[in-house]
C-alpha cells in the first residue's frame, strides 16, 4: 500500500488527508445524527403530560434543555406557555433555526470536498502529465523510461484516488443533508402540537 502512495508521488499525500477527514465527518454525522438522540421517542408525550399536571419548573425545564435537540424547542415552548400563540410559535421557531443550524454542522465541508477532490485529482494527473512530457523529447530526443513510468503512474493513481474520496463524500453529503431535512420536519410538527396543546389547555 506504501508503495502505491509513493508510486502516486507527493500530490496523493493531500488526497490522502483529504481521505481521513471525509471519513472522520461520515462517522461523526453517523453518530451525532442518529433519531433517538434527536428525537427521543415518546419526549413530546411526557412533556405534554407535565404541562396538564402543572409540573414544569425550572428544574424540569434545565433538564430539558440538556435532554436532546428537541428538548431544548420544547424547552422554550414551556417557557412561553403563557405568551400569544405569534409570540409562542416565534420562540420555538428560532431556537429551532440553532437546532437545525447545529444539525447541519460539517455538512458544508463534506460537499466541499466532494466537489473539490475532483479537482485535487486533475491537478496531481496534470503534475504527472509534466513528468510525462519531461521525460520524452529532451535535447538527446531519448526518452527516460523509468520517468515516464513516473509520470503515467502519477496521474493515474491521483485521478483514480480523488474519484474514491469524491463518490462516498457525495453521497454522504446528500443522505445526510436529507436526514437532517426530514428530523426538522419531524420537529416542527411535533413542536406545533405542543404549541396546539398549551393554547387549547389556555381555552
Given at each position: 500500500?506504501?508503495?502505491?502512495?509513493?508510486?502516486?508521488?507527493w500530490?496523493?499525500?493531500?488526497?490522502l488527508?483529504?481521505?481521513i477527514?471525509?471519513?472522520?465527518?461520515?462517522?461523526?454525522?453517523?453518530?451525532?445524527?442518529?433519531?433517538?438522540k434527536?428525537?427521543?421517542?415518546?419526549?413530546?408525550m411526557?412533556v405534554?403530560n407535565?404541562?396538564q399536571n402543572?409540573?414544569?419548573?425550572p428544574?424540569?425545564?434545565?433538564?430539558l434543555k440538556?435532554?436532546?435537540?428537541?428538548?431544548q424547542?420544547?424547552a422554550?415552548?414551556l417557557?412561553?406557555a403563557?405568551?400569544?400563540?405569534?409570540v409562542?410559535k416565534?420562540?420555538v421557531?428560532?431556537?429551532g433555526?440553532h437546532?437545525t443550524h447545529?444539525?447541519?454542522?460539517?455538512?458544508n465541508?463534506?460537499?466541499?470536498i466532494?466537489s473539490?477532490a475532483?479537482l485535487m485529482?486533475?491537478?496531481?494527473?496534470?503534475?504527472?502529465?509534466?513528468?510525462?512530457?519531461g521525460?520524452?523529447?529532451?535535447?538527446t530526443g531519448?526518452?527516460n523510461v523509468a520517468?515516464?513510468?513516473?509520470g503515467?503512474?502519477v496521474a493515474l493513481y491521483?485521478?483514480g484516488f480523488a474519484i474514491?474520496?469524491?463518490?462516498?463524500?457525495?453521497?454522504?453529503?446528500r443522505?445526510?443533508r436529507g436526514?437532517?431535512d426530514?428530523l426538522?420536519?419531524?420537529m416542527?410538527?411535533?413542536a406545533?402540537r405542543?404549541?396546539d396543546?398549551?393554547?387549547g389547555s389556555?381555552?
Open positions: 500500500m506504501f508503495a502505491i502512495f509513493i508510486a502516486a508521488g500530490p496523493i499525500w493531500f488526497l488527508l483529504t481521505s477527514v471525509t471519513v472522520a465527518l461520515i462517522i461523526e454525522r453517523f453518530i451525532a445524527l442518529k433519531q433517538n434527536i428525537i427521543p421517542p415518546g419526549l413530546l411526557d405534554l407535565l404541562h402543572q409540573q414544569v419548573t428544574e424540569v425545564l434545565a433538564k440538556t435532554n436532546s435537540p428537541f428538548g424547542i420544547l422554550v415552548g417557557q412561553n403563557g405568551a400569544s400563540r405569534d409562542l416565534s420562540a421557531e428560532e431556537v433555526r437546532v447545529r444539525l447541519s454542522r460539517f455538512l465541508t463534506l460537499g466541499t466532494a473539490a475532483p485529482g486533475l491537478f496531481g494527473t496534470v503534475v504527472g502529465m509534466i513528468e510525462i512530457f521525460a520524452t523529447g529532451g535535447a531519448s526518452t520517468q515516464l513510468g513516473h503515467i503512474s491521483n485521478t474514491l474520496i469524491a463518490i462516498p463524500a457525495l453521497i454522504a453529503y443522505y445526510f436526514k437532517v426530514d426538522v420536519i419531524e416542527e410538527q411535533q406545533i405542543l404549541i396543546v398549551i393554547q389556555r381555552k
